[in-house]
């Protein structure tokens, strides 16, 4: 069984920066595509970015060039380096985990970013 935990989000100021953590147990993470999502208030879930198990990434238009996602098979961890944050950057966070067979998720952190 695959769980994830994600921390690191919070309010921040239009500009500021924040890293999210996500946090994998079980042994599969190696061989995995991750990615981070988003939903914000009335909106449906997006990507925000992607990972490949052979560290490929893959960005949503409006984050390029201000989020980083990482990875680290040997903690099992994958982090969202977000910076240059704008207020509609404003959503929850989610942690995923492509499975051979099943998608996993973590329960979500909050990003706030005020203007």
């Known amino acids: 069984q695959v769980q994830l935990v994600e921390s690191g989000g919070g309010s921040v100021q239009a500009g500021g920066s924040l890293r999210l953590s996500c946090a994998a147990s079980?042994?599969?993470?190696?061989?995995?595509?991750l990615g981070w999502y988003r939903q914000a208030p009335g909106k449906q879930r997006e990507l925000a970015a992607a990972i490949t198990s052979g560290g490929r990434t893959n960005y949503a238009d409006s984050v390029k060039g201000r989020f980083t996602i990482s990875r680290d098979n040997a903690k099992n961890m994958v982090y969202l380096q977000m910076n240059s944050l704008k207020p509609e950057d404003t959503a929850v966070y989610y942690c995923?985990?492509?499975?051979?067979?099943?998608?996993?998720w973590g329960q979500g952190t909050q990003v706030t970013v005020s203007s």
């Open positions: 079980g042994t599969i993470f190696s061989i995995s595509g």
């Open positions: 995923k985990l492509n499975g051979r067979f099943n998608d996993y």
